[in-house]
């Protein structure tokens, strides 16, 4: 089992950065890559942005490109979402996922572990 942890969540105003943070513990050496995903009210719940362990291979939405960096900290089990320039579109709760199989994709279903979400809220 894999168990992540969502932190960083907030309210800010558009125009400002927030960076998430997910923290893994428990077997993360089978997990392949981390993903961000988000479900705003009201909406289906769509892939942000991943990024593998290795490699550091990532992968990001059009809505968020430009404005969103994923990254990872091996060492300490942590994958990042530092997000910038930040519309109240992107209100919703982001939630951390963990995919044990080759490749990484943008592809819910195929992340095996799941965080618990941290609200984020960008005021207009």
């Known amino acids: 089992q894999v168990q992540l942890v969502e932190s960083g969540g907030g309210l800010v105003q558009a125009g400002g950065s927030l960076r998430l943070s997910c923290a893994a513990s428990?077997?993360?050496?089978?997990?392949?890559?981390m993903g961000w995903f988000r479900r705003a009210p009201g909406k289906e719940r769509e892939f942000v942005a991943a990024?593998?362990?290795?490699?550091?291979?990532?992968l990001y939405a059009e809505s968020v490109k430009g404005r969103v960096t994923i990254s990872r900290d091996n060492t300490k089990n942590t994958v990042y979402l530092q997000m910038n320039s930040l519309k109240p579109e992107d209100t919703a709760v982001y939630y951390c996922?963990?995919?044990?199989?080759?490749?990484?994709?943008?592809?819910?279903?195929?992340?095996?572990?799941w965080g618990q979400g941290t609200q984020v809220t960008v005021s207009s």
């Open positions: 428990g077997r993360t050496a089978s997990t392949y890559a």
């Open positions: 996922a963990a995919e044990s199989s080759y490749p990484v994709t943008m592809t819910a279903r195929t992340y095996d572990y």
């Open positions: 990024i593998t362990w290795g490699a550091g291979r990532t």
